[in-house]
């Protein structure tokens, strides 16, 4: 039966709210917003925000440092029973910012063992840390894939930076995607679960991204996520699409209707903040603010 799940995959689902329809109405995530440096550019991102790699750009958020993050993951974990998982969605990029992801993440599996772990990156500096991300038991990783024509990711990304030094144009987006399908591949080699975000610009990447699903699904990808660009003018510009629209609603609909088959799609997203704390439905961050967590214990 090539559709039944295995069990170790519904053991992974069952209890992360972004993975799995179900759980999203009874368990809860965080966010820890340590990680602020990014490597990329995308011209949709506002950096005085959090990054739309799952994050609503417009919110701002507090950069945690790692001790910091630490007191407030334990201070959700006493008062929100539901609280099963806890991942690094920016406000920039996890694996870019790894010092940082590292030093939050290993103290929380010491001390809230039962929580699991999750991370969400551009791709370009995963395939370095993959083989940490199995030693540090994260089980589930977000990459936001926007093409898989570097042509088309011309117009999304002006340029990068990796190995030391920064490229535009063309070579910028040809790196970025060798490094994604080389992260998607790693990651699915060594049994942790990918769920791909992929950004929807109308007019740049729309029809493209069937050619993504198509992709990543060959590479092992299990959930596909396509969420809306977002605009909140009251917050500032994107950094390089200033006239570019946002989808429609029904937009959306169709081509999530065009991607459903092996891979899932993922339909019930709120596009975090990168300090999102409890049900993806109801949004408790507010009430875990730093300045009111306990003192740090000496
Ligand atoms: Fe956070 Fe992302 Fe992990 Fe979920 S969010 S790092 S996979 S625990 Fe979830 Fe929020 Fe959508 Fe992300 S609803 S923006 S998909
Ligand atoms: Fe901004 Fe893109 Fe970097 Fe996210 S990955 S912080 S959207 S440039």
Not at 99 to 121: F, G, Q
Not at 123 to 144: C, S, Y
Not at 213 to 219: F, S
Request: hydrophobic share 40%; aromatic share 6%.
């Amino acid at each position: 039966e090539p559709n039944a799940m295995a069990p170790a995959i519904i053991e992974k689902i069952k209890d992360h709210p972004c993975f799995s329809r179900e759980a999203h109405l009874y368990f809860a995530r965080m966010h820890l917003a340590v990680a602020p440096a990014c490597n990329i550019q995308c011209n949709y991102c506002n950096r005085k925000y959090d990054c739309a790699n799952e994050s609503r750009p417009g919110v701002a958020s507090h950069r945690l440092t790692p001790d910091q993050a630490l007191r407030r993951a334990m201070a959700v974990a006493n008062e929100v029973p539901q609280l099963s998982v806890v991942g690094i969605a920016g406000p920039g990029d996890a694996c870019y910012d790894w010092r940082k992801t590292k030093a939050t993440l290993i103290p929380i599996a010491r001390e809230i063992p039962d929580v699991k772990l999750c991370i969400s990156t551009n791709g370009l500096a995963l395939p370095e840390h993959v083989d940490e991300l199995v030693d540090m038991n994260v089980g589930h990783v977000t990459i936001t894939i926007n093409m898989v024509d570097p042509k088309i990711g011309t117009k999304i990304y002006p340029w990068i930076f990796y190995d030391g030094r920064r490229y535009n144009g063309i070579d910028a987006s040809r790196i970025l995607h060798e490094r994604q399908m080389l992260g998607l591949e790693m990651l699915a080699e060594r049994g942790i679960l990918i769920k791909v975000n992929s950004v929807m610009i109308p007019g740049v990447n729309d029809e493209h991204l069937i050619d993504v699903n198509k992709w990543v699904k060959d590479r092992g990808a299990f959930m596909h996520n396509v969420m809306p660009l977002i605009s909140e003018p009251t917050h500032g510009t994107f950094y390089g699409m200033n006239d570019q629209r946002c989808p429609t609603p029904s937009e959306l609909i169709a081509l999530r209707d065009r991607l459903e088959g092996d891979t899932k799609v993922m339909r019930h997203c709120r596009q975090c903040r990168a300090d999102a704390v409890g049900l993806l439905s109801d949004d408790r961050a507010n009430e875990f603010k730093i300045s009111q967590l306990p003192a740090e214990a000496t």
